[in-house]
């Protein structure tokens, strides 16, 4: 089946079958969730088979004792698994793929994924690369963001991705793009708020929540949002990016500037360090519109 053919057959009503390896975990079930809604035939696998047939049971999907079982036949193939493992899916499940499926994986980094995808494009498997940019927590894929990271194919994969995911805002980024700019907006934030936390954590939260005012409350929620996620999916993103210490050093970096002014109590200094950055930051058309965003938010959260 060629790519025209699958994009034929999705466009149909008919039933796709769509293997999700990883299905019981966090994005696995969203997306399990996601596909079965659109009336789809769904199987789904994974490591830990007590987990993987009570979500299957409560989804109302079938499910496959292991991942060459899960993708025979199968129009797509999702891999939805750890970052450290995915290259390993990807070569696993490609042999026991037919000609003409798509196979495509959803990890937040791309570096060396995409070379095992080009790897089984030449299988015959038709290869997509996506980095949805939305956790487990989303009700609804309208208005959030799925990246397409191009493999073979620019103009086809992004246009299958389209298909797949119309209520999606599609936005593309070339693999090393994608794993720098993942850097700055996750592996950064991650580590802010994981130090933060542990800060936090030696002290007693109830009464700094008691004293804490609007910008403390907003960062609790967003800190403690950060640490329900698994440990080892942070430890993936921290150490598994390409990118992630370049700018956890930068972070450390101007923090040992602020530090050093307000040890010697360097206020001049301090201030044209702060409006320098503030003037940069300005140039953001929503800067001056954050402060009201926080309120708005705290006052969704109550």
Known sequence: MKLSEFRNKWRRPVKVKIAIIGGAGRMGRWFTRYFASKGHKIVISGVKLDKLKAFAQEAGVNFAENNAKA???ADLAMISVPIPVTTKVIREIAPHLRKGAVVTEIASLKFGITEALIEASKLGVIPLSLHPLFGPGAQKLKENKIVVIPVVNSKAEIKLAKELFQEAQIIVADADTHDRLMALTISLPYFLNIA???????EDISTLKKFGGTTFAFQLTLTESVMNEDSALHASIQMHGKYALKYVDALLSKAEIVRKMIQEKNQKDFIDFYNEVQGSLSRDTDFFKA??????ALEALR
């Open 196 to 202: 933060f936390a542990s800060v936090l954590s030696e």
């Open 291 to 296: 402060y009201e965003k926080v309120y708005k």
């Open 71 to 73: 993708v025979k036949d």
